[in-house]
């Protein structure tokens, strides 16, 4: 009983070192897979400023409200 035991633990073992591995394509891993590196000075620099959106904010509000003012206006 015990020589069927080890062998159902040796047996997969044994049969994985007999598989054939691929082999590694190198040409895949070229450098230009690589990530590109930043500079220390770039990681702790502050985020850039964003642009104001009022000015953004306003055409669209004043577009919306002709828009409901012609709809208003429109006999349905």
């Known amino acids: 009983m015990r ?3 080890l062998l159902c633990v ?3 073992v044994v049969l994985s070192g ?3 591995l691929p082999k590694r394509d190198r040409a895949a891993a070229t450098q230009a897979d690589w990530p590109v590196l930043l500079t220390i000075e770039d ?3 502050p985020p ?3 642009a104001d959106p ?3 904010l306003e055409a669209r509000a004043a577009a919306l ?3 409901a003012a012609l709809l ?3 006999d349905i």
């Open 48 to 50: 850039p400023a964003e």
């Open 65 to 67: 409200r002709a828009r």
């Open 43 to 45: 990681l702790t620099a």
């Open 10 to 12: 040796l047996l997969p």
């Open 3 to 5: 020589s069927v035991t």
């Open 18 to 20: 007999c598989a054939a």
């Open 72 to 74: 208003a206006a429109t």
């Open 54 to 56: 009022t000015e953004a």
